[in-house]
């Protein structure tokens, strides 16, 4: 039966920072329930990877980087919403954001603002100043997998842990994939 736990073999994440990109390692107390595993970095994509180790896709949680600008005022934010749903970006996110447009961030300029891996960007050890947006469905879910910073590797942890992180926030974002 599927679950957060899956098939992995989890360990604390603190003592694992060969897991973790540095600028995760450097951010991960902050989750103190934080848990990591390794993982085939071919399967890092949310569909295979729960398909591969067993991981129920209502306790897989992704991170999606948006950038939003109002004249010349650019604001970058992550966004946490379970593999089961999508981030209401064009109403919800760019009116909480007070941005006219937004738009999910290009792949190279997420991957060189978060100093993470595409496919592996997680809401821990981002920039300061980013707003980090958890759907309530993530917050509701308890245990969630998230990324670790790198495909190779994956975190689970108590998804109340995300609001502690810095410009954590919980709303009602996301919306249920038909």
Known sequence: MPSAHGSLTWSPAATH????APVVTAA??????AQVAAI???LADTAAFCAAYDVAP????NCVVVAGRRGEVETYA??????????????TIRKHLGVRRISFAPMDEAVTRTGMEYGGITPVGLPEGWPV??????????????GSGLRASKILLDAAD????????ALALGRPIA
């Open 17 to 20: 920072p060969d897991l973790l």
């Open 28 to 33: 991960i107390g902050s989750t103190p329930s």
């Open 40 to 42: 085939d970095p071919s």
């Open 58 to 61: 209502e306790s897989s949680a």
């Open 78 to 91: 992550a966004v946490m919403v379970l593999a089961t749903m999508r981030a209401d970006v064009n109403a």
């Open 133 to 146: 947006l958890v759907d309530e469905a993530v917050l509701a879910a308890g245990p969630v997998v998230i």
């Open 162 to 169: 995300l609001l502690a992180l810095p410009g954590a926030e």
